[in-house]
């Protein structure tokens, strides 16, 4: 018997199967700004590579990217890139390699993983299937029992995307039926309720002001920051340092992956004393890190810019008699560009580029942008009990990405009571990168000794 499908539900079931790549997915598959994620996870038991397959199959290959081919079609006119839903086969997504750990110790160890994740750099995923990757090491390091590595294209989504997988494919190890939690990021209310403290009129007054003066300074820092950008793009440059690396040679280098875990306990510490939040923390801990990491080895003092995703940030490279002034002036900064609608700006006018001059131009915009600058920095918060990867309790997750034009980039993530440093560096330019982690962490020992001087004293 011959079933006949009418040609209005072929096409309905063809559109929801195909979907076009977003404007932001098809710039990170552009040869200038190839893109790709890795996270590295530390497990605390021994890895059961079915275990692992089988909870794949109920969560991530459910997920769309993550099981949808990227296709190139032509049209009369142009090239279109559109995602195709396709069956997944997971075996050929999980790769476990024949690792002869006997010999191995925890150090040898260590430096076999980030031997091993710096070999995934220089390999391209397969475009003929999802573009996603987990690699499962039957590898004892310092830190962790054994190792999984999850590598995808950018395309497939951001850090944000990252830790909403990580929350929808992972369990609390305390009850294996609940999702994990996200910390609650609290406002102040201190503003409210010093406000409320007045009288009606007083307030509806106070408000009034406080309402117009914020639009008129959200307008100026936009326009300063847009220009800023606009600069950036064309022709202003970070001053020249040690660590700032030239891709224009070369735009596929191998890269370096290293990470080092912080009590994150410390850094509250420290945010609760100076009234700051964790990224204010972080951050002035990375420009005394980095001043230290460029005075102890090169004798460097500059100021240069760093991205934090499209904002442009500002870092002042030197030494300072009062360790607590690197906290100071990064919140300074920080509290500035949070009144800035500079993200959102660059966002819409990077999408009006592509609709305008095309993704290859755009491409070739942003990595000139970012070029003229030195570093990449992002901040991600995870989840504040111990969660299970399908069972295996997590010690660690190290997210990273790289493809861009930049030597470093940093990436901080917290889980329970711990902060993770990633390092994604080109070793060319810097080689000790084991070095810089030292500088970073002791630079937050430096300033929580200062903090806690500062709360004796008062």
Known sequence: MEIKIPETTMRKDEEEDEQPLSPAARVFHAPEFNCYVISVIGVKKKIEPDVIMEG??????????????????????????IWVRTNVVVSDHVIVPDIQTQ?????????????????????????????????????????????????FHHSLGDGMSLMALVLACM????????????PNQNRSSSRSSRLKAGSRGDFRFLWLIMVLWSAI????????????????????????????????????????????????????LIKNTMNMTVNDVVLGVTQAGLSQYLETRYGSKCRW???????????????RKDPL???????RIIDRKKN???????????????????????????????????????????????????????????????????ALTMHFQSYMNKMTISLTVDPTVISDTHRLLDDWEESLKNIKAAVQERGSIH
């Open 56 to 81: 794949l199959k109920q969560t991530l290959i459910r997920h769309p990217r993550f099981s949808s081919k990227m296709v190139s079609r032509r049209n009369k006119n142009s090239q279109t890139q």
């Open 103 to 151: 010999n191995i110790e925890n150090a040898n160890a260590d430096k076999f993983l980030e031997s091993y994740v710096s070999d995934l750099t220089l390999i391209p995923l397969d475009t003929s299937k999802p573009l996603w990757e987990l690699h499962l090491l039957d590898l004892k390091t310092s830190d962790a029992e054994n190792v999984a590595v999850l590598k």
């Open 171 to 182: 369990r609390k190890t305390s009850n294996p039926d609940e999702l994990p939690t996200l």
């Open 217 to 268: 300074m959200l307008v100026l820092n936009t326009m300063c920051d847009a220009l800023e950008f606009i600069a950036t793009a064309m022709f202003l440059k970070d001053t020249e340092t040690p660590i700032k690396g030239d891709f224009r040679l070369s735009k596929h280098k191998q890269m370096s992956l290293v990470h080092r875990t912080v009590s994150l306990d410390d850094i509250k």
């Open 305 to 319: 810019g760093n991205w934090i995703g499209y904002i442009v940030f500002p870092f002042s490279i030197g030494l």
């Open 325 to 331: 002034e690197h906290l100071r002036s990064a919140k």
């Open 340 to 406: 800035s609608l500079e993200a959102a700006l660059t966002f819409i006018v990077g999408k009006l580029m592509i609709k305008s001059f095309g993704v290859k131009m755009t491409a070739n915009i942003i990595n000139r942008a970012l070029s003229n600058t030195t570093m990449s920095f992002s901040n991600l918060i995870g989840p504040i009990e111990e969660i299970s990867f399908f069972g295996h309790p997590i010690a660690y997750m190290a997210p990273s990405v790289y493809g861009h034009p930049h």
